[in-house]
């Protein structure tokens, strides 16, 4: 069974950096586009970083500078790197990707991860 499972939540006071990791497991062959959304209570859903083979990172203008995104194809691992966090990014994040099986790929998400930053 494909899916993506995200780790490195938790809790951290302002200022303070997270790496939040999303592993591929399944037969999984590579990964391509992905992203990493977030969500916060009574919010909808935002897109937080996005990264295409085409186009690179791209980045919320709220996380712009702090934020970073990355992947290891061979780990099948995406990363999202988060330093100088603030009270607004307490959200749950989710990963999202599209991840090449033998002959198709596919759209899969991760099933969250709290991060809640306290001041």
């Known amino acids: 069974q494909v899916q993506l499972v995200e780790s490195g939540g938790g809790l951290v006071q302002t200022g303070g950096s997270l790496r939040l990791s999303c592993a591929a497991s399944?037969?999984?062959?590579?990964?391509?586009?992905m992203a990493w959304y977030r969500q916060a209570p009574g919010k909808q859903r935002e897109l937080v970083a996005s990264?295409?083979?085409?186009?690179?990172?791209n980045y919320a203008d709220s996380v712009k500078g702090r934020f970073s995104i990355s992947r290891d194809n061979g780990k099948k691992m995406i990363y999202l790197q988060m330093n100088s966090l603030k009270t607004e990014d307490t959200a749950v994040y989710y990963c999202?990707?599209?991840?090449?099986?033998?002959?198709?790929?596919?759209?899969?998400w991760g099933q969250g991860t709290q991060v809640t930053v306290s001041s």
């Open positions: 999202n990707a599209k991840l090449q099986l033998s002959g198709s790929w596919g759209d899969y």
């Open positions: 399944g037969r999984v062959i590579s990964i391509g586009s």
């Open positions: 990264f295409t083979s085409i186009s690179g990172p």
